[in-house]
């Protein structure tokens, strides 16, 4: 199926059903695309067979047909939670979202230097920032542009429903520079790189590349970065997982820093494996590790 035209029918449903139904529509589409996407489809079983044996596991057998069918199942509902929701209302935060933590938004934000709020393509990543603004942050986001024009301005126009200001992935840096100057909060995913760079770090037991990016620019400026996480629940409820603020005069290096995202990244995906949204193999390019080495 044409991918713009199969978002573009999940978008119209997921606004005019109601929920439960929307839902069933969208894991429908979803299983469309797991029978007939081979290739993404062998990806995710490669990724979460990579995930379950760093930690040790051996996959039953019919668990990585069932993980990746679920992978994609709940990547259908994502869709239907970013088509059907703008800005959030006090009574949908109360209602659907459960915060852990939030006094470390607050000890992030109080240092005055703005804050780097790195999640992953994981749980609903988009939700975070929408939560962030109903708290009343202001938040930004580096965006990295659809391949067909059609389908990035439908997902540009349901991000800048939420609150969130957009910036361009070509000219992010400055852009960004300039929102922590102001205080303000800025999002960036931290599990794909889409720099020349050549580095690797060990991610569950391979390595791989993950953006220095945050690091980089955490160093650079002195904001804190935040790790958090927007986690689906069974009753499709949300809870956003936040970690302590990681500081750059405490840590004192990029490496350090790039290592404790990783780990909190390995601590969330490797519990819910099937809630990660790669869907090419993320380790196909996989040479030598430079840093945090896990294996040698």
Same mark, same amino acid.
């Given at each position: 199926?044409?991918?713009?035209?199969?978002?573009?029918?999940?978008?119209?449903?997921?606004?005019? *059903?109601? @929920?439960? *139904?929307?839902?069933?529509?969208?894991?429908?589409?979803?299983?469309?695309?797991?029978?007939?996407?081979?290739?993404?489809?062998? !990806?995710?079983?490669?990724?979460?067979?990579?995930?379950?044996?760093?930690?040790?596991?051996?996959?039953?057998? =019919?668990?990585?047909?069932? *993980?990746?069918?679920?992978?994609?199942?709940?990547?259908?509902?994502?869709?239907?939670?970013?088509?059907?929701?703008?800005?959030?209302?006090?009574?949908?935060?109360?209602?659907?979202?459960?915060?852990?933590?939030?006094?470390?938004?607050?000890?992030?934000?109080?240092?005055?230097?703005?804050?780097?709020?790195?999640?992953?393509?994981?749980?609903?990543?988009?939700?975070?920032?929408?939560?962030?603004?109903?708290?009343?942050?202001? &938040?930004?986001?580096?965006?990295?542009?659809?391949?067909?024009?059609?389908?990035?301005?439908?997902?540009?126009?349901?991000?800048? !429903?939420?609150?969130?200001?957009? %910036?361009?992935? =070509?000219?992010? &840096?400055? @852009?960004?520079?300039?929102? *922590?100057?102001? =205080?303000?909060?800025?999002?960036?995913?931290?599990?794909?790189?889409?720099?020349?760079?050549?580095?690797? %770090?060990?991610?569950?037991?391979?390595?791989?590349?993950?953006?220095?990016?945050?690091?980089?620019?955490?160093?650079?400026?002195?904001?804190? %970065?935040?790790?958090?996480?927007?986690?689906?629940? &069974?009753?499709?409820?949300?809870?956003?997982?936040?970690?302590?603020?990681?500081?750059?005069?405490?840590?004192?290096?990029?490496?350090? %820093?790039?290592?404790?995202?990783?780990?909190?990244?390995?601590?969330?995906?490797?519990?819910?494996?099937?809630?990660w949204f790669i869907f090419d193999d993320f380790w196909a390019d996989a040479g030598t590790?430079?840093?945090?080495?896990?294996?040698?």
């Amino acid at each position: 199926m044409n991918t713009y035209v199969a978002y573009k029918i999940l978008s119209f449903l997921s606004r005019v *059903l109601p @929920e439960k *139904l929307a839902y069933w529509f969208g894991l429908r589409i979803a299983d469309g695309f797991y029978y007939f996407n081979r290739r993404g489809r062998a !990806a995710v079983q490669s990724n979460i067979k990579q995930i379950l044996e760093s930690r040790h596991a051996v996959p039953a057998e =019919g668990a990585l047909h069932g *993980l990746a069918r679920k992978n994609f199942q709940y990547f259908g509902k994502y869709l239907v939670d970013f088509f059907r929701y703008g800005q959030l209302t006090p009574e949908q935060m109360r209602q659907r979202i459960t915060i852990e933590h939030p006094e470390y938004i607050e000890q992030a934000v109080a240092l005055g230097r703005g804050v780097l709020c790195v999640s992953a393509h994981f749980g609903n990543w988009e939700l975070g920032g929408a939560v962030m603004s109903a708290l009343g942050y202001k &938040v930004n986001a580096v965006e990295m542009p659809q391949e067909f024009e059609k389908l990035n301005r439908m997902f540009q126009r349901r991000r800048q !429903a939420r609150g969130v200001t957009l %910036i361009p992935l =070509g000219r992010a &840096v400055f @852009e960004i520079v300039r929102c *922590l100057r102001r =205080g303000e909060v800025v999002g960036l995913l931290g599990d794909r790189d889409f720099t020349a760079q050549k580095d690797r %770090i060990d991610f569950f037991g391979k390595p791989a590349r993950l953006p220095r990016g945050p690091a980089w620019l955490s160093i650079k400026t002195g904001a804190p %970065i935040l790790v958090g996480f927007v986690l689906r629940q &069974v009753d499709d409820s949300f809870v956003v997982r936040m970690y302590p603020p990681i500081l750059p005069e405490k840590e004192g290096s990029e490496d350090a %820093i790039r290592i404790k995202i990783r780990d909190l990244l390995e601590t969330c995906v490797g519990e819910y494996p099937y809630q990660w949204f790669i869907f090419d193999d993320f380790w196909a390019d996989a040479g030598t590790s430079a840093v945090g080495g896990k294996t040698t």
